[in-house]
RNA sequence: UCCCCGAUGGUGUAAUGGUAACACACCGGUUUUUGGUGCCGUUUUUCCAGGUUCGAGUCCUGGUCGGGGAACCA
């Protein structure tokens, strides 16, 4: 059970929109052209060595939305070419998480350690026509000769090996025999070039480490500028699209796909998402975790999917999120209230409402019979008639909000207080009588007279109340925990400086906690995966790691947007 | 120092040589039994200098500013 579920939304991006981004532009123009046989195959390419976040969905609903739009596949591939960093247990949620935000993988689910060989071959043939050498030198000394931007490198001493000489060692660093470090194998470019990537780049480096899926099969393992591309190629990936960051790998990319004579490719990139009061570094990320600052991964506060999910965000408005944001080649900085905005959009026209006092007051019905309880009717969402109708109890002791209450108020306070009249939601007009309050001066009961013919839906009683109330029949209400959750840092870009650590940032109200908050009894056995309005307040879903039926905990997805100025 | 990329309101994204537009944010109004939603509206924009052209955000040249670029990471 799911708000999408309960109401299957329709993706954005339907509504006819002339302009297209500059890849839909490249895409057309390949299509008119005729090139790759007229197809579209994306690929989205995790490492699987963290947890997804809002960054990876927009690379997502990019490359998967994409070649949806023009009648292609996506292939999900784990590109998995370093043991050490890699688990089982990333897999398992990346695939949880794409599949959650609405997409399929119907290119196909693969491991570029499924290349393993293939790759392994292809360097054998480049080291055959004496375009690759196994280099013995310590990385240092590979480094030295580097050169810098704008000084060439030198030539490593073991370039000019032959081909016979450097298959004879290659052969033998897969069969083990050498120690980690001993040599590598790189291609033979150019030391001078430019472009500090064609410098004779690395193709294999020796680890005799456990892989999650190949064990120990392999101690050598390909660098990613000599897996990537290659196994783009193999599965026929027309449009590799990616992240800024590898535009200047992209000549490497083609390099070693000419060279081999393989099916070509092409790599495009495109500027990833930066969202402000948050950071989208896996590193940080893992170190959030591993500090204990949030709980888990999945914390509600964390960008990551399975966070925002956590917190009640629909996949629907995420991908309309990542519509918005739009895809250029700038960098960018979205505002989060973008996101909020997306979130609200979409739970506005879904999201059941529901009657939730998160600080109770006690307000007594004076003139309310003692012991009557009437059940009231309302529409469990006014934007979606088809979701009809439900009934709450009213009696004589009601909870309401304490903010609700003011002792003393101007005329531009349209809640309760001493001479003010107000609409309970879906119930009746009630005008103020008078208060209780302890020896701190603390409000502690609120006593308001009701209107008899203001029922909410037949009402004759001619009388106009400015402000609406929520509240809860105390004899029925259900204790609540509710979380409310701030953004994560009070800094707009916690990483700016790199001379101050991001953990400087954060922001110590991320996270309130509320006990005995009083909600209404349906409240009581919510599940995960639902987001609810409480009226007036926001849009809130049951925590899936702690909320239990009948002891509900629930998590504040957004606030409503409020417009008032008090 | 060298290579690559970018520059349009506060933030994003369009305009594909012909009136700079859309969204979010902000502000104001209106409707409302959610101070929500909806509806209407205000404010704010082409980095600089030359050039081509009847006409330049768009093309050319130079500059400025910003981002990226050396890993036995991806």
Redesign the pocket.
């Known amino acids: 059970m799911s708000n999408e579920a309960a109401h299957p939304v329709s993706d954005s991006g339907s509504e006819e ?6 890849i ?2 490249k895409i057309e123009a390949d299509l008119a052209a005729g090139k790759h046989g007229g197809k579209v195959i994306t690929r989205f ?3 699987p ?1 963290g947890y997804l976040h809002i960054g990876h969905a927009k690379a997502i609903c990019v490359s998967f939305g994409l070649a949806a739009k023009y009648g292609g596949v996506t292939n999900l591939r784990f ?4 043991p ?3 688990d089982t247990e990333y897999v398992n949620s990346i695939r949880e998480d794409i599949a959650w935000l609405g997409f399929d993988w119907k290119g196909g689910e693969f491991y ?1 350690s499924d290349y393993f060989e293939q790759l392994y071959a292809f360097a054998l043939q480049l080291i055959d026509e004496g375009k690759a050498y196994v ?6 000394a ?2 030295a000769q ?6 060439p490198g030198t030539n490593s001493p073991f370039r000019d090996r032959t081909p016979a000489e450097n298959r004879a060692l290659f052969e033998q660093m897969r069969a083990g025999q050498f120690p ?5 194998l790189r291609a033979k470019i150019d030391m001078a070039h ?4 064609m ?1 004779d ?2 193709m294999y ?3 005799f480490a456990h892989h999650h899926r190949t064990g120990d099969a392999w101690c050598i ?5 000599f ?2 591309g290659q196994s783009d190629s193999i599965e026929h990936i027309t449009h590799s699209l990616c992240s ?8 490497l990319y083609n390099w070693f796909i000419e060279q081999l004579g393989i099916y070509p490719s092409e790599q495009t ?1 495109f ?1 990833r998402l ?1 969202l ?1 009061y948050t950071i989208m570094s896996k590193r940080k990320l893992l170190r959030l975790v591993q500090e204990g600052v949030v709980d888990g991964w999945d914390d509600p506060r964390m960008p990551t999917i399975s966070g925002l999910r956590r917190r009640g965000f629909t996949p629907a408005s995420i991908r309309n999120f990542a519509d ?12 989060f ?2 996101l ?3 979130l ?2 979409d739970l ?2 879904v999201a059941p ?1 529901a009657m939730a006092v998160l600080r109770p007051l006690k307000l007594v019905v004076v003139n309310y019979p003692e012991d009557q309880v009437e059940w009231m009717e ?1 529409v469990v ?3 979606d008639e088809s979701a009809g109708t439900r009934t709450m109890p009213f009696g004589r002791e009601l909870w309401m909000e304490q903010d ?1 209450f003011r002792v003393e ?1 101007n005329k ?4 309760l207080a001493p001479g003010k009249t107000v ?7 009630v005008e103020y009588v008078d208060h209780l309050t302890n020896d701190e001066g603390e409000v502690t009961e609120v006593h308001v007279r009701y209107i008899e013919n ?6 004759t009683s001619g009388v106009k ?6 509240w809860v029949h105390a004899g029925h209400a259900v204790d609540a925990e509710v979380r409310l959750y701030d953004r994560l840092f009070s800094e707009p870009s916690p990483d700016k400086d790199s001379e101050v650590d991001f953990m400087e940032y954060l922001n110590p109200d991320s996270l309130e906690i509320i006990q005995g908050a009083k909600v209404e009894p349906l409240l009581a056995e919510a599940a995960p995966g639902i987001t609810y ?5 926001g849009y809130f879903a049951a925590d899936s790691k702690h909320s239990k039926p009948g002891a509900p905990v629930f998590n504040r997805a957004v606030t ?7």
């Open positions: 929109r002339k302009s297209l981004n500059f839909e532009q390419p995790p490492e060595n590109d998995d070419t370093n050490e960093k890699e570029t280099d013995d030198q310590t990385p240092e590979i480094a580097k050169g810098a931007p704008g000084v980690e470090g001993a040599c590598v430019p472009n500090m990537l410098r780049p690395l480096r020796i680890k393992y390909p660098m990613y500028d897996a990537h800024l960051e590898f535009e200047n790998h992209r000549p990139e500027a930066n402000n918005r944001v739009g895809v250029a080649k700038r960098n960018n900085v979205i505002d209230s973008l909020e905005w997306a609200r959009d506005n026209r409402r309302t969402n006014p934007e609700d108020a531009k306070w349209f809640r609409r309970l939601k879906s119930a009746f007009i203001s029922r909410s839906g037949q009402d109340a400015k402000g609406t109330l929520h309005q409480f009226t007036r307040l409503l947007k409020d417009g008032w100025k008090g």
